[in-house]
């Protein structure tokens, strides 16, 4: 069953978004700059896609109480639930398709965009850092790091390339935050149902001190089981304005060590006055870590016939983690992850009972240099063995569900800082041919790190 202290965290993400993006629209009010306005906007369209997250896993939380409590939900017994792990992407990078006249004789209308990337996998949503896009460039990159660090193997990772023109008029002072007014019986149908009547006050009086969006994703189509809200009445007049351009899906078929190249699906027609030239698909290091494969699953004594012909055991201190049982010789040699005595692959587990002395065993079966193998388990305490038994066998299912992401433990990269000058970018192209040629326009101060700062000084002071 659902903890109802479950809910109350969800509604209290939901709270602190719509705080986070109150202080977003007057910021946005107060820009005076194209390049705030810009990031500033940008905070908005993700605060919202958080928001539409949150609310959705409160849909599903509140619709799986209440078949639970008609008695239509399966019994939790039934499915074993895999580990989950870690993923992250890097290194993400989108190729761009200029016509010659434009890019190698800079001849047509100036198109330059702000473009970024949200990328979102359950209520776990992350925003890259904005980059500045003209026809002297031919890869639009992305250095950020993004991670996601509880995620089960069936996730999806969904990457959304959002683009905005840069090259449109700004006035200074004309982005005047409105509120949102929220119909009651258009809120009510939407969400009253499920979120039941003391939740769904908390989310309207929320909604309603909220300052207005700033940009919203056109085009952007609500997946199955997602909350569509009218975040806006109006919002042409709020500054730069992000739309979707191309996204892709990414799952676990598309986990590879190295950088791999993944087709994007269009969202806007080439008569946008948002769109850019893209190739049609992007590349990024995608990778994933297991925790089966990074976090010791269970330690303990047991003790390990190595023949089973002989009648000797021998007594280890082991820990199930990677793909193999691992076996030290002294509780130290474990702490320490010294180099274990014995390495036992943990492909197949059956329980016996056919030990007249130690009673009910563990048996290990797995194949050394093209032979059938046959490590044979126990411990001191029989309870323990039943522990023992459920943990290799989970260990196993674990491994099987993660496939391929467990034949190697891949690399993961912290996540790295943003890069100061963030909003600037050279052109491969130039940094090729011309490595000496200046690079021209004015500096752009770090405006992503400014634009946090001042939210979470407004959030502090918020309560």
């Not at 950020?144 to 840069?166: C, K, M």
């Not at 090259?167 to 499920?194: H, M, Q």
């Not at 040699?333 to 010294?338: N, Q, R, S």
């Amino acid at each position: 069953m659902n903890d109802p202290t479950q809910d109350e965290k969800v509604l209290q993400q939901i709270e602190m978004e719509v705080r986070m993006r109150e202080g977003a629209g007057k910021l946005l009010a107060a820009c005076s700059q194209k390049d705030q306005a810009l990031e500033a906007s940008k905070s908005l369209l993700t605060c919202n896609t958080r928001i539409l997250a949150f609310l959705s896993q409160l849909q599903q939380m509140r619709r799986a109480q209440i078949l639970e409590r008609v008695g239509s939900r399966a019994s939790e017994d039934e499915d074993v639930a895999p580990c989950t792990g870690k993923i992250a992407l890097s290194d993400l990078r989108i190729p761009l398709m200029w016509k010659d006249s434009e890019y190698f004789k800079n001849k047509g209308d100036l198109h330059r965009c702000a473009v970024f990337c949200l990328l979102q996998c359950g209520t776990e949503i992350h925003d890259t850092d904005l980059v500045m896009v003209d026809r002297t460039l031919t890869d639009v990159c992305f250095d950020n790091t993004i991670i996601f660090n509880d995620v089960g193997p069936g996730f999806q990772l969904r990457v959304e390339l959002y683009s905005s023109s840069a090259v449109e008029d700004f006035t200074p002072g004309a982005l005047v935050p409105r509120r949102l007014s929220f119909l009651g019986s258009s809120l009510g149908g939407s969400l009253g149902g499920s979120l039941g009547c003391s939740s769904g006050k908390k989310i309207r009086a929320a909604f309603d001190s909220a300052g207005a969006c700033g940009s919203a994703p056109a085009g952007r189509h609500v997946r199955p089981g997602r909350v569509s809200l009218p975040l806006s009445l109006d919002q042409s007049a709020l500054g730069p304005k992000y739309n979707l351009l191309a996204h892709t899906t990414l799952t676990i078929k598309h986990i590879q060590e190295g950088l791999k190249a993944h087709d994007l699906t269009f969202s806007a027609s080439e008569d946008s006055p948002f769109w850019l030239p893209l190739y049609g698909s992007m590349c990024c290091r995608f990778v994933a870590q297991p925790h089966c494969m990074t976090q010791a699953v269970m330690r303990g004594q047991v003790k390990v016939k190595l023949n089973q012909d002989s009648s000797c055991w021998e007594t280890f201190h082991a820990t199930i983690r990677s793909q193999s049982l691992l076996c030290y010789q002294t509780q130290e040699d474990l702490d320490t992850e010294e180099r274990p005595l014995l390495v036992i692959p943990d492909t197949c587990v059956y329980v016996s009972d056919d030990d007249p002395v130690h009673g009910q065993n563990v048996n290990i079966r797995a194949q050394l240099q093209g032979e059938d193998v046959t490590y044979t388990i126990t411990t001191e305490i029989a309870e323990d063995i039943h522990l023992w038994s459920k943990a290799l066998q989970q260990h196993i299912f674990n491994l099987g569900q993660w496939g391929p992401c467990c034949d190697l433990l891949m690399r993961i990269e912290p996540a790295n800082s943003r890069r100061p000058n963030a909003m600037k970018q050279g052109s491969l192209y130039h940094e090729i041919v011309t490595p000496s040629s200046p690079r021209m326009g004015p500096v752009v101060h770090d405006l992503s790190h400014e634009i946090r700062t001042l939210l979470s000084s407004y959030y502090s002071e918020s309560y």
